[in-house]
């Protein structure tokens, strides 16, 4: 029977003792390509867009810029170098005469985004992409990220690689996928580094990578990714990508468990079955000390005004006066 669609070629399980029933981890897993944890501020699951039932005229997304041919292993040479964390993001150049709905936002969003400022930019796109204030354009929405993250908005970067990977207003291309992913993950962005790892397991239409798959995971894991840390715990109880270590692979497991995946729950005490407890008592201690790794801010969020792109300045509410007392007023009276 083919395996299912996105997940892990099946291999051998490793040997048991007879006494011991292994796990049961030798069909196929599913991996997800989305992240299952909650969307951090101004981030965006693909499942959160409708894919259009018939392909739409490509839009006019800025393409990378062409750069001489780097070695295959080289999959950010011809992406633009984006400003680094924690820089100022890029003014972008809007073409003259070109405006904005007055529906997409107020005034403030409108101005700054025909301007050229890139936050401004990415939220109009998560606007069209959302359906928020407007119908909902993919078309529009992939220009509008495809501008922002020209200009270094990282989120816009994840976004616009799921457009890619998933065929929404753009044609569909794994390598431009790669390449917007790789540019959000080297900038820190958990997600991106989730989906570069499926892809490579997928292969991309280009066959699987397992042990590049098996370097992104680790990294999306080490940020507390729980379909990264599931996905991880699979390669290494199999030795997929990976040496074999179930001591690893319960780790990850249990992560993932602690998140609320029940699956993990249930491919973790299996894993604690085969392990001898000198091996799971030193898991469990790499368990409880285990911390995530933050992302950057600008790695997932992007600034916006003091009270939001529609949010207006309130006048200073007029202080309250209130009538004097009795007593108060008698003193305050001028004598005779």
């Given amino acids: 029977q083919p395996p299912a669609e996105n997940s892990i070629a099946p291999a051998p399980a490793p040997a048991a003792p ?24 101004n981030t965006l699951d693909s499942a959160q867009v409708t894919i259009p039932q018939a392909a739409p005229a490509p839009a006019t997304v800025p393409e990378p810029a062409a750069a001489p041919v780097a070695a295959a292993s080289d999959i950010t040479g011809t992406i633009p170098t984006a400003p680094p964390l924690g820089g100022k993001l890029a003014t972008i150049q809007i073409p003259a005469g070109e405006k904005l709905p007055d529906a997409i ?13 890139a936050a401004a930019a990415y939220e109009v796109g998560v606007r069209y992409a959302e359906g928020k204030g407007v119908t909902a354009n993919v078309d529009e929405a992939a220009k509008w990220y495809g501008r922002a993250a020209q200009a270094g908005v990282v989120p816009a970067m994840f976004r616009l690689g799921t457009f890619y990977e998933k065929g929404l207003s753009v044609k569909r291309d794994f390598d431009m996928a790669r390449r917007y992913y790789v540019q959000a993950a080297e900038r820190g962005n958990a997600k991106a580094m989730h989906n570069l790892a499926v892809l490579d397991a997928d292969g991309g239409g280009k066959g699987a990578d ?10 999306a894991a080490d940020r507390g990714v729980a379909d990264s840390q599931v996905n991880l715990g699979i390669l ?4 997929i990508g990976v040496e074999q270590n179930l001591a690893e692979s319960f780790k990850w497991f249990s992560l993932a468990a602690a998140q609320g995946d ?11 079955k085969r392990l001898d407890p000198q091996s799971l008592a030193a898991a469990k201690l790499a368990i409880q000390t285990f911390t995530p790794e ?18 207006a300045a309130q006048p200073a509410a007029a202080k ?17």
């Fill in 105 to 117: 936002g107020g005034p403030a969003l409108r101005t700054a985004a025909i301007k050229g400022d």
């Fill in 236 to 239: 290494y109880a199999r030795g």
């Fill in 320 to 336: 309250s006066v209130r009538p004097p007392s009795k007593r108060t007023a008698a003193l305050a009276a001028p004598a005779h």
């Fill in 18 to 41: 007879s006494s011991t029933p292994g796990p049961s981890m030798t069909s196929p897993t599913p991996l997800g390509r989305q992240s299952n944890n909650s969307p951090a501020p």
């Fill in 210 to 219: 397992y042990k590049s798959a098996a370097q992104w995971f680790r990294k």
């Fill in 262 to 272: 029940a699956d993990a729950g249930h491919k973790r005490d299996d894993i604690a």
């Fill in 294 to 311: 933050p992302q950057p801010s600008d790695a997932v969020n992007v600034p916006a005004p003091a009270g939001g792109w529609d949010g």
